[in-house]
């Protein structure tokens, strides 16, 4: 992510150009929707903080943001430890500050918006559907079947076929995972808000579209990197 945050910088293009952004600004009670078109400095003296505080904690959002493609080559010559390690730190972590984060906004714009935009109603029980398998999933890949891949590795497990199952079990999670984001892209149009959305609701859309690219991603390594490795 190339982008200079200065005092100048407008509170809505932050938020346009890095959605995630725009959990620094509810933390600091600070308008990126209706009122977004001041720059930092503004915003920093109106929510009585400290613009160097503020910008601090912009750039840790801009550090985190994705630096370009993944090199999944070098995924398929790391070791088992080594990936399940990744996806905890990377995908699941990740996945669970996200879907807390994003509730609120989903919550808010199906209750404003949704009573004449009807699909919003929908956004609202598909996030919600997903989110609920999405952290179940990720409990149970960390709590019973990584230790179960880490010794089939090692070739320790008392029972193959068991844990074997287990991964395939995994993989239909996947696969209903995927299905929720598609009914999402459909309800939503590819994500594409319409011309009169506020800016909540066209926040939503970006960040779920973003969502379905980090899904797709976790799903790719452990689909096609990791649990064949045990066919």
């Given at each position: 992510m190339n982008m200079t945050l200065t005092e100048n910088t407008l509170v809505k293009d932050i938020v346009n150009e890095l959605p995630k952004s725009s959990d620094?600004?509810?933390?600091?009670?600070?308008?990126?929707?209706?009122?977004?078109?001041?720059?930092?400095?503004e915003a920093a003296a109106l929510a009585d903080i400290s613009l160097e505080s503020l910008i601090n904690e912009l750039n840790e959002v801009v550090e985190k943001s994705d630096s370009g493609e993944i090199d999944w080559k070098f995924w398929m010559e790391k070791d088992s430890e080594a990936i399940i390690d990744h996806v905890i730190?990377?995908?699941?972590?990740?996945?669970?500050?996200e879907l807390a984060n994003l509730s609120p906004y989903v919550t808010k714009v199906s209750r404003v918006h949704g009573g004449h935009r009807?699909?919003?109603?929908?956004?609202y029980e598909l996030?919600?559907?997903?989110?609920?398998?999405?952290?179940?999933?990720?409990?149970?890949?960390?709590?019973?079947?990584?230790?179960?891949i880490k010794m089939l590795?090692?070739?320790?497990?008392?029972?193959?076929?068991?844990?074997?199952?287990?991964?395939?079990?995994?993989e239909k999670e996947h696969d209903h995972a995927g299905s929720l984001l598609k009914e999402l892209r459909?309800?939503?149009s590819d994500f594409i808000p319409p011309a009169e959305a506020c800016g909540t609701y066209r926040l939503v859309y970006k960040r779920l579209e973003m969502l379905e690219g980090e899904t797709f991603?976790?799903?790719?390594?452990?689909?096609?990197?990791?649990f064949p490795r045990f066919n």
């Open positions: 620094v600004f509810k933390r600091n009670r600070i308008d990126f929707c209706c009122g977004g078109n001041i720059p930092l400095t730190s990377q995908y699941h972590n990740p996945l669970r500050e009807p699909e919003l109603l929908k956004v996030f919600y559907e997903f989110k609920k398998e999405m952290l179940d999933h990720a409990e149970k890949e960390e709590a019973i079947v990584f230790p179960l590795d090692a070739n320790t497990v008392e029972n193959r076929e068991e844990a074997l199952n287990a991964i395939k079990e995994l459909i309800i939503t991603n976790h799903v790719h390594l452990e689909n096609n990197i990791l």
